[in-house]
Nanobody, 120 residues
Framework: QVQLVESGGGLVQAGGSLRLSCAASNNIFRISSMAWYQQAPGKQRELVAAISSGGGTNYADSVKGRFTISRDNAKNTVYLQMNNVKPEDTAVYYC??????????????WGQGTQVTVSS
């Protein structure tokens, strides 16, 4: 089973920047689409950003122009660069890897989550 290990969360002031990292345990990363989700207390888990194995990206409207998702296949790592953060960005952020194998079996792995708290 693929393990996803997140890092980079913590406390940051509004207007500041933070970079989250998610490292996968094996090279299935290279055929995976990757995504970051956020879940605030009492709220549903929501997609923040996604990046395909080919590098195409999608963003939630709330973070467009502020957050950037990227990947480094040599490092089996996906990043979320968070700029001009706002208090409403406060949430647990989860890394997700998903796709389909050559045997046509879908996979869907999740990291443990990392807390991001934005103070005003």
């Amino acid at each position: 089973q693929v393990q996803l290990v997140e890092s980079g969360g913590g406390l940051v002031q509004a207007g500041g920047s933070l970079r989250l990292s998610c490292a996968a345990s094996n090279n299935i990363f290279r055929i995976s689409s990757m995504a970051w989700y956020q879940q605030a207390p009492g709220k549903q888990r929501e997609l923040v950003a996604a990046i395909s194995s080919g590098g195409g990206t999608n963003y939630a409207d709330s973070v467009k122009g502020r957050f950037t998702i990227s990947r480094d296949n040599a490092k089996n790592t996906v990043y979320l660069q968070m700029n001009n953060v706002k208090p409403e960005d406060t949430a647990v952020y989860y890394c997700n890897a998903f796709g389909i194998t050559t045997l046509m079996k879908r996979f869907d792995y999740w990291g443990q989550g990392t807390q991001v708290t934005v103070s005003s």
